[in-house]
């Protein structure tokens, strides 16, 4: 887990907006959905960032934006010193392979019609050139690592369970050895017991790969588990971010502490103390002024409404845009 | 006597592939003001086993058997105008899905006051004041106008407060709530849970709460059964299954989850598992394999090819349900003593 040293991604006052169009000939734009809205953040190689809110926070909006499959109307995404924002299409194609991603659904990400090797060789048809035996014997390779056997080459996607097809879809994003991989709520589809099959062989290739992981979800204790540093969206924004013990032992920002304190538990003596928000997440083409959050928020006051807290350090790597967070006691 | 008595519950489908026992000799009981929970995996049983009850799975092609007391009656034997009756007056149900299980051509009022017209007879302005009643009672502000609304201008939390707000318009004395926050997020998950606990105490019904998230079923119910394969593996309070659970799959399920909290996963707090130092991504202790094809389940216990303390009278005889040593009143179903 060396996680030291310059940072891979450096994302820097990000915006990604949709318009809404009104009419069919005359296009009007009607207003905006600003899915990602002035976020920072950076991942140094090796780490493990997780990326948690409820839907509509735009977690996934972020993780797109990272591999060129939307376009950002505004900051800079520089990828080892390399500002991808600006590259064209054919300067943008050699970081493709770099940076992967993993789906939620593994039904309907993978091509029903293509068998197991068709979708592994995909990848390195286009990436690589390399001659057929190496083909199979990277495909192989790579069923191997993700506990698949060689004998499921030629099957189809329908053949296998949730978890297996989530395995092939893993396999699919790491075959070309990239550095980064976005995975997007991967195990959100997946029962339980199987959940923590497919978390185990995340972190194993993570770490045998030095891989470096932006890992969204929605699920807080997820990624309590996985991540090194958890980034806090709400409404296009991230409100909090720190270090994960750090985040779930002393949760600076109000949202934060309510999304954690929200999630149920098993444990009796554990089970926090309930905190529970009014309300629901507002549009995000109509958020309301000042703080986002300020609707929501049990501690709000006027100032709140008028104006955006802008992030603050509390503690080293610990940022909240709250204007009540505290510094706290050392 | 119990409200609700379930004894020996079958669900068996005929299919070319041959049976799938869906449930599998399932039984339990339900007492006026009782929070049952009722967890398991996708494939468990544990909705089928509840929607056979309302003869909400059709027949052919499945088979079911077993008896379902309500009140003394026998809700299995009852013909579509008898199950009508019941359904929505004496059991209702919440299912999972709020974006698809509401009429997306009827106003919201429209559906609601249904409930009452179909089981009494009421004139429809008091249908409607009663419904604008509970409407607010769930939580939506301005409920009359909300009433004169299309399903698609509510989001998810508000249309799970709907279907909540339909269930119990008729004031039924069993709600059974089938993944009633699996597609929400996190925070209305929590303002959800909190309406039904409160309704239920408000109300005295009993509930039958399904979910596969352990920790949803824990907080809410004094009772619960965890199934697997058809078959209900154990059942006792949360607390208990907490601190001690007597069946591996029971176990194995609390081990494999991540903590949301400190402390780590609950066998490591128990001391049962030694916690790993060798960085802080630890690995969770995963189950193996997946659960069996409900119409191919190996001989004797249905979970022997995944768990680590299988014997071989495992693979060979499937175990009955007996008591826990400490009679505590919970149950187990397993040769092995964990």
Not at chain 2, 11 to 19: D, K, S
Not at chain 2, 54 to 83: E, F, H, Y
């Amino acid at each position: 887990m060396s996680a030291d040293g310059m940072p891979l991604l450096n994302i820097a006052d990000l915006k990604v907006h949709f318009p809404i169009y009104r009419g069919l000939l005359w296009r009007k734009t009607m207003g905006l959905v600003k899915a990602v809205d002035g976020v920072s953040v950076s991942v140094r190689r090796g780490e493990v960032l997780g990326l948690v809110g409820e839907s509509g926070s735009g977690k996934s909006t972020l993780g797109r934006a990272v591999l060129g499959l939307n376009r950002p109307c505004g900051g800079s995404i520089s990828y080892g010193g390399v500002d991808l924002l600006r590259l064209g299409k054919r300067e943008f194609r050699p970081y493709r392979s770099k940076i992967q991603i993993i789906f939620q659904d593994p039904y309907s990400s993978l091509n029903p019609r293509m068998t197991v090797y068709d979708i592994l060789s995909e990848p390195l048809r286009v990436h690589e050139r390399l001659t057929r035996s190496e083909h199979r014997r990277r495909v192989s390779e790579m069923l191997d690592r993700v506990g698949l056997e060689e004998a499921h080459m030629n099957r189809y996607p329908h053949e296998f369970s949730g978890g297996q097809r989530q395995r092939i879809a893993i396999a699919r994003a790491i075959i070309v050895r990239p550095d980064l991989i976005i995975a997007d709520e991967p195990v959100s589809a997946l029962d339980v017991s199987i959940q923590a099959q497919i978390l185990n062989l995340l972190v194993d290739l993570q770490q045998s790969f030095q891989l470096t992981l932006i890992f969204i979800s929605h699920d807080l204790a997820v990624v309590r588990h996985i991540a090194d540093t958890v980034a806090v969206m709400y409404l296009g924004k991230i409100v909090e971010s720190a270090p994960a013990d750090r985040l779930y032992a002393r949760p600076l920002n109000p949202y934060t502490q309510a999304l954690i304190s929200a999630v149920p538990s098993v444990d009796p003596a554990t089970r926090a103390r309930r905190i529970i928000l009014k309300g629901q997440i507002p549009s995000p083409s109509d958020p309301p002024s000042g703080c986002h959050f300020h609707p929501r928020c049990p501690h709000a006051v006027d100032r709140c409404a008028r104006e955006e807290p802008p992030p603050a350090e509390f503690a080293p790597g610990h940022h909240s845009a709250c204007w009540f967070s505290e510094f706290p006691p050392s | 006597m119990a409200l609700l008595e379930v004894e020996d519950l079958k669900v068996h489908f005929h299919t070319r592939h041959g049976v799938v026992k869906a449930v599998d000799g399932v039984s339990f009981s339900l007492n006026q003001g009782d929070v049952l929970g009722i967890v398991g995996e996708s494939g468990s049983g544990k909705s089928v086993a509840c929607l056979s009850l309302l003869g909400l799975v059709p027949s052919p092609p499945a088979r079911v058997a077993g008896r379902a007391l309500l009140n003394g009656q026998d809700l299995l034997g009852l013909d579509g105008d008898r199950l009508r009756q019941i359904r929505g007056r004496k059991i209702s149900v919440i299912f999972q899905e709020p974006m698809t299980s509401l009429n997306p051509y009827l106003k919201i009022g429209a559906q609601l006051m249904e409930v009452l017209t179909t089981h009494e007879r009421i004139p429809a302005a008091d249908a409607r004041s009663r419904s604008e009643a509970m409407l607010g009672r769930v939580g939506i502000p301005d409920p009359g106008i909300r009433m004169d609304q299309y399903p698609h201008q509510f989001s998810g939390g508000m249309r799970q407060r709907v279907m909540i707000a339909m269930a119990l318009l008729a004031k039924p004395d069993v709600l059974v709530a089938d993944e009633p926050t699996t597609a929400l997020d996190v925070t209305i998950q929590a303002q959800i849970l909190e309406l039904i606990r409160d309704l239920q105490r408000e109300l005295g019904m009993a509930v039958i709460l399904i979910s596969h998230a352990m920790g949803v079923v824990a907080e809410m119910s004094a009772q619960i059964l965890v199934m697997y394969a058809g078959r209900i593996v154990e059942r006792g309070a949360p607390a208990d299954l907490f601190r001690k659970p007597l069946h591996p799959y029971t176990r194995a399920l609390m081990d494999s989850m991540p903590a949301p909290t400190d402390g780590g996963s609950a066998a490591e707090r128990q001391g049962c598992r030694e916690r790993p130092v060798a960085g802080r991504r630890k690995r969770l202790a995963a189950i193996p394999g997946t659960p069996p094809d409900p119409a191919n389940l190996p001989a004797g216990c249905p979970f022997a090819p995944r768990c680590p303390y299988v014997l071989d009278i495992c693979r060979k005889t499937d175990p009955e349900e007996r008591p826990a040593p400490e009679n505590s009143g919970r149950t187990f179903r397993c040769h092995v003593d964990i």
